[in-house]
């Protein structure tokens, strides 16, 4: 048997509550033939498949986590309840639950959730586990698990000292403005904990011309009156970039709740629009949670014009 071979494996899986998968001990040059020979010794055990574990590894439940990230695939996490519970939020779940890009494999033994929009950046790594942040799972474990799970993992890492809850909301947003279902429960949670569905017309405008002053993007006029070719006056908006015929709107939590209401204003955003003005509408949400988002909109928007 190679030793060098063995001691790379034994490395690896030691880093991995003992546990490895083909395609990682492909990469340390070890082939299907090498892992049998020691499967038939006795020096592994094939727990899953192209899973293995060393024989001598405890049989512990972290150990039957790891097996379950690797077997998902390169890019799996541990996610839901089962990353709550590594983060420290919640007692140990019953099912063990990963998480992989679309068309990771599923095996038996474990829940996979199957995710378009799972970056490294969401990844950690705790006890030896490959495991969602605590803002992805705060955000993914609402569904299924609900909203009081969700509040739960929120108000136990805030008492833990271990999340800024303006960075969980930004991250919601990037993922919801992409259009993922689910993340409901989430944002209901963050709003009540934030707030920033109580914010002032005047407060909602302060924030969204800090945002401006921060990315060094040019300040536009504020409450425009914008008047058509006669100088008839066709409506007021919020904030207007003149030469740029850029009209931006902000709507606040209360924003239109009778039909009227919403009726009249889509009809008067229809007359700036035939004025020639782009019109760009952004919600209290977007401009607490999704800064950059509304940034890089207001630019692409000025870049055109």
């Known amino acids: 048997m190679n030793r060098g071979l063995d001691a790379g ?27 049998r020979r020691r499967v038939d010794a006795g020096v592994l055990e094939r727990i899953g498949s192209g899973v293995f574990v060393f024989a001598s590894a405890p049989r512990t439940w972290e150990m039957k986590v790891s097996a379950a990230v690797a077997a998902s695939g390169p890019l799996a996490a541990a996610s839901h309840l089962t990353a709550a519970h590594l983060h420290g939020f919640v007692k140990r779940p019953d099912a063990i639950e990963v998480v992989a890009p679309r068309g990771g494999r599923r095996r038996p033994g474990y829940i996979l959730h199957q995710s378009t929009d799972l970056l490294a950046d969401h990844i950690t790594v705790l006890n030896q586990i490959r495991t969602t942040t605590i803002a992805r799972t705060i955000i993914d474990v609402g569904v299924p698990h609900g909203i009081g799970t969700t509040a739960r993992c929120i108000d136990e890492a805030r008492r833990l000292g271990e999340v800024d809850l303006s960075e969980v909301a930004e991250l919601l947003h990037s993922v919801a403005w992409k259009g993922r279902n689910g993340v409901g429960p989430a944002r209901r949670i963050l709003e009540e904990r934030l707030k920033w569905d109580q914010v002032t017309d005047s ?12 990315a060094n993007l040019p300040r536009p006029v504020g409450q425009y009156l914008i008047l058509n070719d006669s100088g008839t006056y066709v409506a007021k908006v919020d904030f207007a970039y003149r030469d740029h015929h850029l009209a931006i709107e902000l709507d606040g939590a209360a924003y239109h709740s009778d ?9 008067r955003q229809n007359r700036v629009v035939l004025q020639g003005w782009t019109v760009l509408r952004f919600t209290y949400w977007d401009v607490y949670a999704g800064g950059d988002w509304v940034l ?3 630019a692409a928007a000025l870049a055109r014009n």
């Open 9 to 35: 494996l034994a490395d690896l899986a030691s880093e991995q509550h003992g546990v490895f998968s083909r395609e990682q001990a492909a990469e340390l040059g070890t082939s299907r033939a090498m892992i």
């Open 203 to 214: 407060q909602l405008e302060d924030r969204f011309l800090r945002l401006l002053q921060r």
């Open 259 to 267: 039909p009227e209401t919403f009726r009249y204003d889509r009809q």
């Open 296 to 298: 890089d909109t207001v």
